[in-house]
Structures are given as structure tokens and as C-alpha cells.
């Protein structure tokens, strides 16, 4: 009664819908980045118009830093199908990693007048519109995000940002404070939060957000630096120090923090 397994693993290894089944989950969901990236060639050079194949090889392009590389699979992917959304989401995010910023916006737009429900490509290009200072139109974005996702602690979040960087605080806190109340883990919230606060003057309640923000998030120097300027301007400095050789450590290239410290005095 031996033989039968081994027949059937026999079988199975020299099926070949089935060996095309398993290279197409490996090419989509093996761990392994080498191994998906055998998979996905596997299926390219059996049929180079294979879509989910050139998304999913771009997308490990993307993930060992080749943008460049990404850039062309999904450019294939979108000329062997240019009605599907997911081909110009992934170019705008190659895009954004080579910092080509309006080359990316208008990939995004290209998504959404593809599927005007696609979230993700309003979330990111509203990131890009409030990296650019088109504030409104960020806003606008952010707008739809937290109607896609109904109001979900990270679309009200970055919405809340917004609305900070517009000079509207009582919007920003309004959907902080929402953000927060959904999700009391949501560390950014905290954080976005913190910079309303302090930019009203509000400095006890920016460094206890910030605080809950690192507590929550120890590792992000941003929470560190913004604390730490807000111990600054209340005399706080050396604990304001403090902060900024703790952001230091995780971010040792950010001029910023090297600016903070040598305007304390210290060295960077």
C-alpha cells in the first residue's frame, strides 16, 4: 500500500496545470523573495503578457530596491492590460520610490479613473499633493479616504494632518481625536496630534501626546525630535537633549536633528 502515495506525489510533480497552479501562488505569495522571483520568470517566459506575473515580479523589484526594474515590469503589465487599475497603481508607486513625484500623481489619477473606489491610490496621492503643497487638493483626497474606508483611525489620521497643515486646528483635533478614540494604539494619531498642540502653544498636551506616540512607537525618531522641540521651548533642555540623541540613533542622516542639537549647543 506504499506505492500509492508515492504515485500520486509523482503525479502531481508532472501535472502541468497544476505545476503552473503553484508557480503562479509562489510568484504571488512565497515568502521567500528568490523563490517568488523564479516563479514569476518561470511564468513570464511562458507567456510574456502574463499581468499578475509582471506585477508580482515588479513588486519583488521593489522590495530588493530595484526600482528601475519595477518600473518596466509593470510598464508591461499596463500594455498587456491597460483598463486594469493595479497595473497603474504599482507604476506610481516605482515612481514615487524614484522620486519621480509628478510622474506618480498622474499614475495614481490614471488608477482611480480606472476604479474610483481604489483607496490606496487616494491615500498616497494625497500624500504626494501635501508633499507639493497642494494642500487642497491633499485634502480633497483625504476627503474620499475617509469615505472609502468609513472613516477608518488612520484616513481621519492623516485627514486630521491636513487639516493642520492648512491652519484649521479644531478640524485637525476633531478628526484626532476620532482617530484616536477608534484606535488608541494608532500611534501617528498621537503624534499628529502632538504637532497641533504644540503649534498652538499647547506644550504639556504635545508632549504627553508624543510621549504615548513613542511609548506606543519606540522606535520613530520623529515622535523623539518633536518632543523634543517642544521641551525646548518650555526651558526643558536637557531633557529636550535627551530626545534628540535618542532620534539621532534612529536617524543618524537627518540634518534636522544635527540643526536641533548644534542650536543647543551641543555636538551633532
Known sequence: MMWRPLWIAAFLVLSPEIARADAAADCAHAP?????????????????DNRDALINRGAVHLATGDAGAALMDFDRAIAADPQAAIGHFHRAVALMNLSR?????????????????????YQFRGMLRL?????DAALADFDKLVQLTNGSPSSLSQRG???????E????????????ELDPKLA?????????YSAAGDYARGIADFSQAILLEP???????????AYELIGSTSEAIADLRKAQSLASKDPDIA?????LGQTP
Open 101 to 121: 513625484t509628478a510622474a506618480a500623481v498622474a499614475s495614481y489619477t490614471a488608477t482611480i479613473e480606472h476604479d474610483q473606489g481604489y483607496a490606496d491610490a
Open 161 to 167: 494632518y491636513t487639516y493642520f497643515v492648512k491652519g
Open 32 to 48: 521567500d523573495l528568490a523563490r517568488r522571483m523564479s516563479a514569476c520568470n518561470e511564468l513570464i517566459a511562458k507567456d510574456a
Open 219 to 229: 522606535g520613530d525618531a520623529t515622535a523623539y525630535a518633536n518632543r523634543a522641540r
Open 131 to 135: 508633499e507639493t503643497g497642494e494642500i
Open 188 to 196: 501617528n494619531a498621537y503624534l499628529n496630534r502632538g504637532a497641533v
Open 259 to 263: 540643526t536641533a542639537l548644534s542650536r
Open 169 to 180: 486646528h479644531a478640524k485637525a483635533i476633531a478628526d484626532l481625536d476620532r482617530a484616536i
